[in-house]
């Protein structure tokens, strides 16, 4: 079982609509987590991150961490075409010798259509 | 323009050759990390360095090695290609001392390596 799991989609949506992104993980010492954009032949974004359990919200976008269930979300509001993309969840522990080191899922490729 | 800089961006090269790849991190940043990402695999933590030095090490084949210079910036080198090495190579670069804070990657663009 990987670390972090993550469906690769496709996932396709009008505009306008309520996007709701998802990951799981297995390692209960990830405190750190973060979401990721990466258009087509470019590098990977930072999005949003945030820490421990909890709420996050930057404009359209809102992350959520369940620590106890070990799960995830990205939710983008009002999509637009600008948001098609792949959205990689990313997570890292608080200690140990790979403190550095993000585990990535392996992204979820969104379009949304005018 | 994320302030990473990698070259070159796209390289194809035989099987059985070797190739490196430079990243240039952001001013200030001291951790550099590279990755690979294929189809299949989405994004493999290969290597950190922390200025200059060895931090950690994830699934990196004994063909492939790095290094992080003085000036702080960093190469990839991979020997002994076959097709399978063929994937896009991503360095990051982050903002933060290593051992405290929340904080993310910036990432380069890539170098998309072909091996033929």
């Known amino acids: 079982q990987k670390e972090v799991e993550q469906d690769p989609g496709p996932l396709s949506v009008p505009e306008g609509a309520i996007v709701s992104l998802n990951c799981t993980y297995s390692?209960?010492?990830?405190?750190?987590f973060m979401w990721y954009r990466q258009y087509s032949r470019k590098g990977p974004e930072l999005l949003m991150y945030?820490?421990?359990?909890g709420n996050k919200e930057d404009g359209r976008f809102t992350a959520q961490v369940d620590k106890s269930s070990k799960y995830i979300s990205l939710f983008i509001r009002d999509s637009q075409p600008s948001d098609s993309a792949t959205y990689l969840c990313?997570?890292?522990?608080?200690?140990?010798?790979?403190?550095?080191?993000?585990?990535f899922g392996r992204g979820t490729q969104l379009t949304v259509w005018p | 323009d994320s302030g990473v800089t990698q070259t070159p961006k796209h390289l194809i090269t035989a099987t059985g050759q070797r190739v490196t790849l430079r990243c240039s991190p952001r001013?200030?940043?001291?951790?550099v990390y590279w990755y690979q990402q294929s189809l299949d695999q989405g994004l493999q933590f290969l290597i950190h360095?922390?200025?200059?030095?060895?931090?950690a090490k994830g699934n990196i084949l004994e063909r492939f090695s790095a290094q992080q210079f003085p000036d702080l910036h960093s190469e990839l080198n991979l020997s002994s290609l076959e097709l399978g090495d063929s994937a896009l190579y991503f360095c990051?670069?982050?903002?933060?001392?290593?051992?405290?804070?929340?904080?993310?990657?910036?990432f380069g663009s890539g170098t998309r390596l072909t091996v033929v």
């Open positions: 990051a670069s982050s903002d933060g001392a290593v051992d405290s804070g929340p904080y993310g990657y910036t």
């Open positions: 390692n209960s010492a990830f405190q750190y």
């Open positions: 945030t820490y421990s359990s």
């Open positions: 990313a997570m890292r522990p608080n200690r140990g010798s790979t403190l550095g080191r993000l585990y």
């Open positions: 001013s200030g940043d001291l951790s």
């Open positions: 360095y922390y200025n200059g030095e060895e931090r």
